[in-house]
């Protein structure tokens, strides 16, 4: 009986033995298996404390949350919070903000100046940060959340005012979101204030030229002034860009046409150019602009590279009878109007409305010689059913008898006070 409970006894011991060495390899080994979410732990605290987690978004809504693509040169600043997902030996994600002291702080893992950086600079940043602090872990780092600001937009825009706007627009965003610009306002010369110093903004070489640098991000505190037009010509037709231009940089008609994306190519680079220059008494000269000297006919033809502009000057360049699918929104409005220039497209808008959006005819409008020059080039005789389309030119020529019953209507009353003093007299 001893005998048995004693072998019983050593069958025991080797038993205990044997469950303490299990229980010391599955401690061992919890210290070297890759650790989840639940025990990722570095000196007994967690790497990322649940503190820290609580604002980070679900995994099943990361998705749909990060639909912010900044581009590599977005200028970061106070208020961005980013998110970096985390897998691998870490299987986690956090959000982490600038402060109001331009630092990112990241968790058990230190801090980033970011003063001066754009995303591209920060991003790198991040990665050097986390890659020196967590080894055998794969991460990716996007922008979560643009700070939000607002943004003051006054002059010629049709809503002036605040604009609520974020870090990731730029400023022909926040234009269009105060309204736009009207008729009246340039888009050459915007002036974009921030802290003191003024940057410009030309969204019409932006258009043509697909320049970043001339329309820049916003930033908190920035306020955006657009002035009103100020020498400037109008120039329709066959152009890529038809529209109004401001000439304080230049005065040559081939480097105007180049900065608003050059000649369409249905242009009919063998017809002259139709330019209507305003006179100092109110009146406007129609003018023939040749491409080549050896399309001269006459000595009031004018050579393209010899033609300097004028304001107020309305240059129409023609097409070939094909088809030109119109790029513009617009319906210009030209010649003997109060206020010449493009007008927004509207359906269902007669000519009269046109005109009116255009300040109403002058006293020496030809309203019955009026015609409409589609953007096929060809032209059709004004009519009150006619149908405008975008990138029509509507233009009211001037009479040209006005000149003589302005002598006429002088002279007339010339006469009769010289009557009535005769008549006084001889009495």
């Known amino acids: 009986m001893f005998r048995t409970l004693s072998n019983f ?48 978004p679900r995994a099943d809504r990361l998705v749909l949350d990060v639909n912010t693509q900044a581009p590599e040169d977005y200028p970061v600043g106070p208020g961005d919070q980013y998110l970096v997902n985390f897998w691998g030996r870490v299987e986690d ?38 890659g020196d602090s967590l080894r055998d872990v794969q ?61 410009r903004v030309d969204l019409t070489r932006f258009a043509s030229l697909g320049d970043f640098s001339l329309n820049p991000f916003v930033t908190d ?9 100020s020498d400037f010509v109008t120039i329709t037709g066959a152009v890529v860009s038809p529209g109004t231009f401001e000439i304080r940089e230049t005065r ?7 900065r608003l994306g050059g000649l369409s190519v249905y242009a009919d680079r063998a017809s002259p150019f139709r330019l209507s220059r305003l006179q100092s008494d109110g009146t406007r000269t129609q003018i023939q602009v040749l491409q080549r000297e050896d399309q001269r006919r006459t000595d009031r033809e004018v ?49 009269e409305e046109y005109i009116g959006f255009a300040g109403g005819l002058t006293e020496r409008a030809n309203f019955s010689s ?9 032209s059709i005789r004004l009519s009150p059913r006619l149908s405008v389309e975008p990138g029509d030119t509507i233009y009211i020529p001037e009479k040209t008898f006005k000149f003589w019953q302005d002598h006429v209507s002088l002279v007339s009353t010339f006469i009769l006070l010289a009557t009535q003093i005769i008549v006084f007299s001889g009495r």
């Open 303 to 351: 050579l393209l590279e010899s033609l300097v502009l004028q304001n107020g000057d309305e240059i129409f360049i023609p097409s070939t009878q094909l088809l030109i699918p119109s790029k513009s929104n617009s319906v210009f409005v030209t010649g003997a109007v109060r206020a010449p220039g493009a007008k927004p497209y509207q359906i269902s808008t007669s000519v």
């Open 9 to 56: 006894g050593f069958l025991s011991l080797i038993l205990c033995f044997g469950l303490g060495l299990e229980l010391l390899a599955q401690r061992t080994n919890a210290q070297v298996r890759s650790p989840g979410t639940e025990d990722f732990f570095e000196g007994g605290q967690r790497v990322f404390p649940r503190s820290v987690q609580q604002g980070s």
């Open 252 to 258: 040559n008609l081939s480097e105007v046409i180049q």
């Open 370 to 378: 009026a015609v409409v020059y589609k953007a096929d080039g060809s």
């Open 139 to 199: 991460f990716t780092i996007s922008l979560y959340r643009p700070r939000e600001f607002r943004v003051f937009v006054l002059g010629s825009v049709n809503r002036p005012g605040p604009v609520r706007a974020s870090a990731t627009l730029r400023a022909s965003e926040i234009v269009a979101m105060a309204g736009g610009i009207p008729s009246i306002g340039s888009s050459q010369f915007i002036e974009l204030r921030r802290r003191g110093e003024v940057q």
């Open 93 to 130: 994600n956090i959000l982490v903000s600038i402060n109001s002291e331009g630092v990112l702080f990241i968790p058990r893992i230190g801090v980033i100046d970011t003063d001066g950086m754009n995303y591209g600079e920060l991003r790198a940043a991040m990665e050097k940060a986390i």
């Open 221 to 229: 505190g920035d306020v955006i002034f657009v002035p009103n037009l």
